[in-house]
């Protein structure tokens, strides 16, 4: 009889919420049940860790901030790492995204009939607690935290549950370093950012269903976009994972969020940032939110072309933050505490500068036409060529834009753009280390073609000269396969650009 009621009390144990004396908060850990897997009928898990500050109760509510973790991933169970937003007056719920942690099924990648409403399930889940602050029955006051695919599941709840419900209750969002377009992020122009699928996989490729796993696999093995059914399933797959299926649904959030996109990112570069911003949010949304592009994120080195950028964010500072973390502490007191932080800021576009300066725009339309000469560039092989463009001093900011008649001399020619700085082309590097593709399927005899460079904000100095630099291989789209090294030619070219002033 003793050893039952040890063992009940073993139990009661593991159920009852753990107090952090540390953090002054209870800690409580569960799961909810959620959308089973396709062609199954048992629920899927869900888990948490929620955290309850000291102060917090039925007669003082406060609001609550969801949190989640990257790709390959798992929960905070630490209540360590979130003093800063429990001393703040909020509560957090951290969680395991589905197939990640503790949590059961299967990884869609942000697909809004699976991870969507997942988190729809917590939001569920937090409308029933007595202690979170309600606007009304079920409906919390939240805001939502994370960066890469802790950013994703933040789009993926909110526009889920507009879908669903015609409105989200999320109340603000802080998303750092994530994308619009999830296939054009991996592969634009369906030619694969191998290095970075790579570690992708490697972190995360056996949660992924079985026939997208090996199309992945082939997908990263070629360079390049699948054909027939491999294709087919990763264009399947992929079609519903980001705001930009929502918006081509006619959907926009209208809430305020705090963007935080790396600059020298390349995986999700600057450009999925911009596009956020500009698409997925209402115009009295974009009104209340704040852009932050800074030095970091998912970086490599670019080495082939050779690339720079500063490590750093110096539009937090310059918004009065050390950090995008306590920036996003104080939007999160404005926007749910109706605090007043000082912040400002509002509708702009704050973008930290190759060097490492803030430069502030509230408009990044092109506003400058550069025109090209004929360039001829190698495909597979060679060296890049850098085509001066314009003098220093001068300041680009935002998406340029290259427009011009392509001619390829074998098919499956491909090429890779950026904006480089230097005092002549030598010694002239990519901006921020980012570069873009133009991919030709077949054979082109001057098919007009539009294609968006890497987004950047750099300065120019006097003495040194803005290029454009067309390189026949780089390193993030290492294992391109074309037939043939070839030769591409672009006439009656136009580069576009933002200049700011």
Known sequence: MRRVLALLGVVALLLSPVVSAEASSTVTNGCVASVPEPGTTTPVRICYSLFKPASASAGHTVPLIFHSHGWGGSRTTDPAAFKAWLDAGFGVLSFDQRSFGQSTGVAHVMNPDYEGRDVVKLVDLVGGLDWVTKQRPGDPLIGAIGGSYGGGYQ?????????????????????????????????????????????????????????????????????????????????????????????????????????????????????????????????????????????????????????????????????????????????????????????????????????????????LTPNKRYPLGKIVAPTGVGLPVNLPIAKGPITIAGTPTLSADVYTVIPRSAAYFALSVGKNPLTAKVVQNNTMPLREKYTARGVRRTIELPAIAVDVPAGQNLYLTVAPIADMYAGQRGPLPGVMMLKNGTLSVHLAR
Not at 211 to 234: C, E, M, N, Q
Request: proline share 6%; charged share 15%; aromatic share 10%.
């Open 155 to 363: 789009f993926a709840g909110a526009f889920t549950e507009l879908r669903d419900r015609g409105r989200t209750r999320f109340d603000a969002l802080a998303p750092e370093i994530t994308w619009w377009d999830l296939k054009q992020s991996l592969a634009p122009q369906e030619a694969a950012r191998t290095m970075w699928l790579s570690i992708l996989f490697a972190g995360g490729g056996t949660h992924l269903p079985p026939a997208v796993s090996a199309a992945f696999v082939a997908l990263i093995a070629t360079g390049t976009w699948p054909v027939g059914k491999a294709g087919r399933d990763l264009d399947a797959f992929f079609a519903h994972n980001g705001p930009a299926w929502h918006v081509q649904q006619g959907r926009k959030l209208d809430l305020p969020v705090l963007f935080g996109q790396g600059i020298s990112d390349n995986l999700f570069n600057l450009n999925q940032g911009l596009t956020n911003f500009d698409r997925a949010l209402t115009a009295r949304a974009r009104a209340k939110s704040i852009f932050v592009g800074y030095n970091g994120g998912h970086t490599l080195p670019s080495v082939v072309p050779p690339g720079y950028a500063t490590a750093g964010d110096p539009c937090s500072i310059g918004l009065g933050s050390p950090t995008f973390s306590s920036l996003s502490i104080r939007f999160m007191q404005l926007q749910l505490l109706h605090m007043s932080t000082g912040l400002t800021g509002f509708g702009t576009y704050h973008l930290s500068t190759a060097d490492g300066r803030c430069l502030t725009q509230r408009n």
